[in-house]
């Protein structure tokens, strides 16, 4: 059971054509502050020792500019004890609606694949469709009609295809990667495209 | 161990021409004695050798054996009732003997941690290829063969009429109890397999068995786990083209509490695995029994609708209000009557009565005013089902309402079900409605939810039927 490094998965990504939010490690808060060249931006603790980033306190969102160097220091005494840790810095995606696409392993059926309400949603509304991998474009699409939040998620065609796509592309890596389990989440979906913004895969 | 095969062929078992049954006895407090008997009133027609280790002469008039091996002539199907310590050197004996099918009813198998005992079953079904139901089991009973294992007391249980619906269960309880209540809700049995702990027939043997099986219309399962889950999505997806097949799961709670390391593995318990499963290729989910044998009856006896427009017809106005919000909370609409429909309506229905949808035909609607709108919507190409409410405390709803209803529910080329609510007048109009073979529901909640089943069902077969041309 190990996480597998976060540019390595973004890597995979990039082969399965999934878009991520732009990230780099960073070393100090200049460079995170160089990083976000005047805009917001997210830091996050990354660790092999926590593997919920926000439950353990280890991301900071929307900052920018001079916050950056305080919120740097504040980040890296909550990491202190998850040692050894890096820090990512991702550039911050505005508005728009958080999904989770995920995979994981049944003992009986095998790899499947879940669309629901991502971020915080993901626990408290549990709005999710399963399905057995591999899937079509049709099963894709019923996963997306099949939520409660379906009107949320994709309130046109133009949205309903777009994350039906990414679904397709993600059940895909998901069947052809090695890995036990995945999770984008959230992606947020924004402005006519959508970003993942957080990946987890466990191999 | 030689390798399984991947499907079981169970024609020896449902349909044998000839039965031994080991353990069958003259007293009648033995489980081998309930079996023998309950064949011979069942009507099966074929050979019959009861075996006993201390067996001499007969046994219920049979000559009696004290091994199947020395049984000279050929016997399809074995059916095996001894304490468990020696099943395992019984059942090798049927192989040898090369019995083509083999039912173990006996208990104390790995439902009690005999898991050794229930392996030598297992490696002698593999060995000599033979199908083996249970063991812990209640075996079968075939409407057709007449065979019956059943080792319940006749006097105690429902016979059911011969019919479309083949229910397999994991679970002997809740087998029998269904059984026993599938006579009262007024559809037909084909086939009834209880195959316990399945160390050899499975799941997957069963349902690819039934989905081939010309009697068999509707495939009825209650199970609560399964042991070979790619296989069983193989033989599934084949299934729910043929015909639909209609589940309920056992053990909804989640054993998935283990330590998932992403959202997705500890959102995606093994329930939901299941209940995903089911849903992707084209099982109809019942959530328990009752809604098991709803489901059943309005899949053995209405045509699939060709859209998810509903007509409503009622002689109580409050009861269509009703319904109408459980067509939409189930994903069905109302339908929009054709002129037509609206100018033949007009002509026949008295001027209280408004002519839309839900059509309230007052309480003094009789059998003419049900037939007028029966013949209406069912020629009305914008109506794909009908919804009938038959207020039988209404002093127009009698028996030649119910006989109407019967007349269109059967001829139609579209689904149609009767809401019912009542008592003891409306259960005996019940029993004509449904015993001439037309589902009825107490509630229109009931009723919304078999339909929508219906229309979701033939929106999956037509979509993988197209795509598989």
């Known amino acids: 059971m190990a996480l597998v490094e976060y540019f390595e998965a973004e890597r995979l990504l990039k082969k399965y054509k999934i878009r991520s939010v732009e990230s780099r490690y960073v070393k100090s808060a200049e460079e995170a502050e160089k990083f976000s060249a005047g805009g917001r931006i997210v830091l996050k603790a990354v660790s092999g020792k926590a593997l919920h980033k926000s439950k353990s306190g280890l991301v900071v969102a929307g900052i920018s500019g001079g916050e950056i160097g305080k919120a740097y220091s504040a980040l890296e005494r909550r990491a202190a004890k998850y040692r050894p840790y890096r820090i990512l810095a991702q550039k911050m995606v505005h508005g728009g609606i958080e999904i989770i696409i995920g995979g994981s392993e049944d003992v009986q059926f095998g790899k499947m694949i879940l669309l629901g309400l991502g971020g915080i949603y993901v626990e408290a509304f549990k709005d999710f469709a399963l399905r057995v991998c591999p899937i079509n474009m049709e099963e894709a699409l019923s996963m997306i009609r099949q939520l409660r939040s379906r009107k949320i998620i994709a309130p046109d065609r133009a949205s309903e295809k777009m994350v039906a796509e990414l679904i397709l592309k993600a059940a895909r890596m998901y069947q052809g990667g090695r890995m036990k389990e995945l999770d984008l989440n959230p992606i947020i979906i924004h402005d006519g495209t959508y970003d993942a913004v957080d990946i987890r895969m466990i191999k | ?469």
């Open chain 2, 1 to 469: 161990m030689t390798k399984r095969p991947r499907y079981f062929n169970l024609e020896p078992i449902m349909n044998p021409k000839s039965i031994a049954v080991i353990g069958a006895s003259d007293n009648p407090d033995k489980i081998g004695h309930v079996i023998l008997a309950n064949n011979v009133a069942s009507g099966f027609r074929g050979a019959i050798y009861p075996i006993n280790i201390n067996a001499s002469g007969t046994i219920m008039g049979y000559t009696a054996y004290k091994s199947i091996l020395d049984v000279k002539e050929k016997v399809d199907l074995a059916v095996v009732a001894v304490p468990a310590e020696v099943v395992p050197k019984v059942v090798e004996e049927c192989g040898r003997a090369g019995v083509r099918g083999i039912i173990v009813v006996s208990g104390g198998f790995s439902e009690v941690g005999r898991k050794d005992l229930q392996d030598k079953v297992t490696r002698s079904g593999m060995k000599y290829n033979i199908p083996i139901i249970g063991p812990n089991c209640l075996g079968v009973t075939d409407s057709y063969s007449k065979i019956d294992t059943l080792f319940l007391p006749a006097a105690k249980i429902d016979k059911p009429v011969v019919g479309g619906v083949s229910f397999a269960s994991q679970s002997g309880a809740v087998g029998s109890s269904v059984l026993d209540m599938i006579d009262n809700e007024g559809f037909g049995l084909a086939r009834f397999i209880s195959y316990g702990n399945a160390a050899v027939v499975d799941e997957v043997d069963i349902l690819n068995y039934l989905a081939d099986d010309e009697k068999t219309k509707v495939i009825v399962f209650y199970i609560e786990g399964v042991q070979r889950g790619k296989e069983f999505i193989e033989a599934a997806k084949r299934a729910a083209l043929k015909k639909p097949i209609v589940v309920s799961k056992g053990g909804m709670t989640d054993e998935g509490a283990k330590a998932a390391h992403s959202h997705t593995a500890a959102l995606a318990g093994s329930h939901q695995a299941y209940e995903a499963v089911f849903k992707q290729f084209g099982f109809i989910m019942a959530d328990d029994i009752q809604e098991l044998l709803n489901l059943s009856k309005i899949f053995e006896t209405q045509p699939l609708p060709k859209g998810r427009r509903i007509a409503i017809l009622t002689n109580g106005g409050g009861t269509g209000v009703l319904a109408t919000d459980a067509l939409y909370e189930h994903g069905l609409q109302i339908a929009e009557m054709s002129k037509k429909t609206v100018e033949s309506l007009r002509k026949v229905m008295p001027p209280i009565v408004n002519v839309r949808l839900p059509l309230d035909m007052a309480g003094d609607a009789e059998k003419t005013r049900f037939e007028a709108a029966l013949a209406a919507f069912e020629a009305d190409p914008k109506i794909d089902a009908i919804i009938a409410i038959a207020l039988f405390q209404t002093p127009g709803a009698d028996e030649n309402v119910a006989a109407k209803l019967v007349e269109y529910g059967t001829k139609m080329r579209k689904p149609m079900v009767v809401v019912s609510p009542g008592g003891s007048y409306t259960k005996r109009q019940r029993q004509i409605i449904e015993k001439g073979g037309v589902p009825v529901y107490e509630s229109p909640g009931e009723a919304a939810k078999a339909l929508a089943a219906l229309a979701s069902y033939a929106e999956y077969r037509d979509s993988h039927v197209k795509k598989s041309r």
